[in-house]
Nanobody, 121 residues
């Protein structure tokens, strides 16, 4: 079983910064892509940023130039540095990871429970 635990959310004023962390733990063989999604009330969940085990990154256009995703493979942890935050960034931010539980196993997606980010104007 794999657990993803997010931390670092909170309340911040517009223009401020926050850093989110997501640590994976449990019994698994390998982690490929790790990413951050967000979901605001009444809206669909959307990809914010993702990073492969090799360091290739992908960002939603709305956060390019403001957010930076990074990871520490040794710690099985992914980070999201968020700067120049806007009220429209307010949402629950959830961590996702593609995990292989054994050498010959298949990749499966896991989710954390999320951390709330609230940006006040």
């Amino acid at each position: 079983q794999v657990q993803l635990v997010e931390s670092g959310g909170g309340l911040v004023q517009a223009g401020g910064s926050l850093r989110l962390s997501c640590a994976a733990s449990g019994n698994f063989f390998s982690i490929n892509t790790m990413g951050w999604y967000r979901q605001a009330p009444g809206k669909q969940r959307e990809l914010v940023a993702a990073i492969t085990s090799g360091g290739t990154t992908n960002y939603d256009d709305s956060v390019k130039g403001r957010f930076t995703v990074s990871r520490d493979n040794a710690k099985n942890t992914v980070y999201l540095q968020m700067s120049s935050l806007k009220p429209e960034d307010t949402a629950a931010y959830l961590c996702n990871a593609d995990v292989k539980n054994s050498w010959g196993g298949r990749w499966s997606g896991y989710w954390g429970r999320g951390t709330q980010v609230t940006v006040s104007s």
